[in-house]
């Protein structure tokens, strides 16, 4: 159980690359492009090698959020709760927020797995609220593989996106070196 005092660590990871010319009728049905796949393993990597794996991933169902959690997971050392919650499909920043701050108490990282525009708007009002104030970088593009990572002090998610946050990472797949502070 994880110590109710420590910060909380928050990954936001839009899904990887999708193929739009697959067969799949809907939107929700879209797999992985090539392209996709391997910013997913890349990101999955990244993710790896800086410690910034979850143990609590709220995922949107759809096929390509779901395919991009499964290289995330394939890094972990120990499972992590999946929640895929139908209500995270296309979510806004404001239902993605409210879904966030549900999380457990005892949970201290989440990674959410999801969409824009909500997924790319609830990373750029984070990003603002870091010391670095990266927002604007964040609103102007959040692509496909793209990583937010910040850390939150408290002794739960309420404070998600109402306190100040620390930056940990700021990564995108097509970047030469991933921005960390």
Known sequence: MANLSLPRRLVLLRHAKSDWESDATRDFDRPLAERGVAAGAQVARSLGERGLLPEWV?????????????????????????????????????????????TPARVSSVMVIGHNPGLQDLAAELARRTEQGIGEAVTTKFPTAAVLAVEIDGNGWEGVGSEPHRLLAWYTPKGKEPLEF
């Open 58 to 102: 709220l995922c949107s169902p759809a096929v390509r959020t779901r395919a991009t959690w499964d290289f995330v997971a394939a890094h972990l050392e120990l499972p992590a709760v999946e929640v895929f919650d139908p209500a995270l499909y296309l979510a806004s920043a404001r239902a993605l927020l409210a879904r966030i701050r549900e």
